[in-house]
């Protein structure tokens, strides 16, 4: 954990109390903030397992922050420059008043100049767009990670991602075991990635492809792996599938190829930049419950013959 002294060289935080997903489409703005304030100590204020994802975005410090709601782990007054990266709710609000920064760089509230908070805006854009308010230059394609420094346990490898953190998002297992059937026979060698509480649901999808002919237990990495470990895995990979998570935002960051399943998100907001990506969804029939237990309406309209199809036009 970092500790804040005000003896030490300026401090800016960014608070983002959020997932892994968040974080990297916050990279152009944590890159525009540490080009702007070369002389700043940036704390990123935002759950304690991020910090491995920290160390593959290079120049920022970690303050645990396991949510909003109780005030940030720094003593009043000792923050320099306090960045709103969360939102635009009262509580984030909250959370930044609270540091009596010098300088608050977040969208437009009562007493607070700023920018307006807009809707349909690309995540990377929105942030951005909010340092550009305040005279900050910030490049929304400036998002790619460096290399981890582990390797990859399985260079080249098709990763598909069986996991997401709400019930709107998890594409049924059977037809994620029916892609990798199908890639497996198309010469793809299959790893299934997830998180420790996603193991399940990974053993369900080998076990399914077993029955059609297709043994993936060698590529069981859900719930084995660390964040970095994971994060080489699909820097090295062939290809990505996987729903609106953090997999789908490390093939962006890494530049490879991938097919992104969206259910109650939308694409314009959370999707991938410009690259070697494709986004299948049916827009037409979004919920848009994130927070539901069951698979969004959006993304059970994905058919596995979708995925295989987009993974021709890939070319992979």
Known sequence: MDTVDSTEQ??????????????L?????????????????????????????LELVGGIHHLPTPGLDDPLKVPRGV???AVNLHGNGAESRLRIDELQARRVIAHGSPGLDGP???????????????????????????????RPTVPSPRPGATVIHVGAAYGSRLWPVERFSDVAVELAAAGHRIVLTGGASERGRAEETAALAKLKGANLDDGLLAGRQGLAEFAATIAEARLVVSADTGAAHLASAYERPSVVLFG?????????????HVVLTAVELRRGDVFSADPDPALLAVSVRDVLDAVERLGC
Not at 10 to 23: E, I, N, S, Y
Not at 116 to 134: C, K, Y
């Open 25 to 53: 489409v916050a990279v152009p703005a944590l890159r525009g903030l540490r080009k702007a304030f070369p002389e700043h100590r940036i704390l990123y204020a935002a759950p304690a397992w991020i910090a491995e994802a």
């Open 116 to 146: 307006p908070w807009s809707t349909g805006l690309a995540e990377r854009e929105r942030w951005t767009r909010l340092l550009t308010w305040h005279g900050i230059d910030a490049d929304p394609l400036d998002f790619r990670l460096n």
């Open 79 to 81: 923050v320099d420059i």
């Open 264 to 276: 109650p998100a939308p694409a314009e907001e959370w999707g991938p930049p410009p690259g070697p």
């Open 10 to 23: 300026p401090v800016l935080l960014a608070l983002r109390a959020l997932k892994l997903g968040d974080l």
